[in-house]
């Protein structure tokens, strides 16, 4: 049944995609972001069984407009307030007296599995943007649970608290990291030589350091006889991050190199035999190399730097290839920097779903501190 929004602007949510036309939602979707075509979307949805999906059709005048996809996640309370400032720490304290023992329910609009990814798809999204709150509270209304928080992640610079619909607060996630590689590195080498001597030596070192570790590219069938392998070191990541939303089953990989066939690199690290680290790759972006997520054996990092040699991989691949910018994602920003990587700033927005928002809305502040350095390796930055 369609609800309306505004105007004649109205809406249809579905708990499957697959209730959706196929072809119709790819007719809004661009050949760069194929993470939000039908299939990918699909492919998550039906692998990351831990949360909950939700699929929003939107009409103007009876007439297809876009799309927008939600995650509903539940998150222990105590970590929600992670974001509130110390200089609201009265305010921080009744809140997590309120909720710390409790799961909070978070609705959030996009794929947390994917860094950039805002869940909308429309050549309208300005349109849209004023109606997130509206549509936030029809999406709540297919839960059997009470939904906490709303929450609008990897949106656009231009995108405000004020443009969001009604009492969403920003709030700090940490930059997304790109490297922008420039024509004349023709190979490797070229890389190097356009590194300042301090840079240039660290990164001999590393692959010197490195070099008794064999990459390996992986297939559907190695994929899923390394699952438990796989999963165990994508653990080991989580476990050094701060904050997260949820985690992932890795099992997702060997549909995903089905799926994408020659357009994703499965890269497996191996010391004396063993499997010690991974990435995931994507080759789909007409110019930009995405990096998914990684494993790593910490213990074998410690030794040999094998998380700064997978990014001087990357840097390689994306020469041979001919890829003017890698996409490295969030996390780890000072390491990926000392590769020549820069931060592109990411907004994201929080509303609570009862009257304690309007608590949020004034005694809030966004913790914008960061405990990185952003490094210069090259010579042209000095």
Known sequence: ????????????????????????????????????????????????????????????????????????????????????????????????????????????????????????????????????????????????????????????????????????????TEPDMQLTLQANWLCFDDYLQALTSKYRVRTKKVLKGSSQIISKDFTYEAIVAYQNEIQALYDNVMQQTNFKLTTLNTAMYSELSKLYENKLVFKAYFLEDKLVGFAVIFLCLSNTMHIHYIGLNYEVNNDY?????????????????????IHFGRTATEIKSTIGAEPIPLNAFVKLNSWFNIVLKYAYQPNMESNYTIRHPFKNEM
């Open 1 to 172: 049944m369609k609800i309306k929004l505004k105007g004649n602007i109205e809406t249809v949510c579905y708990k499957s995609i697959d209730e959706i036309d196929k072809v119709i939602w790819n007719q809004f979707v661009s050949n760069d972001d194929f993470y939000k075509k039908y299939e990918f979307i699909q492919l998550i949805a039906s692998t990351q069984t831990q949360i909950q999906h939700r699929f929003v059709q939107l009409y103007q005048n009876n007439s297809t407009i876009g799309f927008l996809y939600f995650q509903q996640i539940a998150l222990d309370g105590k970590d929600i307030f992670e974001f509130i400032n110390n200089n609201t720490s009265s305010i921080k304290r009744f809140l997590q007296k309120r909720y710390e023992k409790n799961a909070i329910n978070i609705l959030n609009l996009g794929n947390v599995f994917f860094t950039g990814d805002n869940g909308i798809i429309s050549a309208q999204e300005t349109i849209i943007y004023p109606l997130l709150n509206k549509i936030f509270k029809c999406v709540c209304k297919t839960f059997d649970c009470k939904i906490h928080s709303f929450v609008i992640g990897d949106t656009p610079s231009v995108l405000t608290e004020n443009s969001c619909g009604f009492s969403f607060k920003q709030f700090y």
């Open 305 to 325: 730097k094998l998380y700064n040699r997978m990014l001087l991989d990357f840097v390689h691949l994306a020469i041979d290839k001919r890829y003017s910018k």
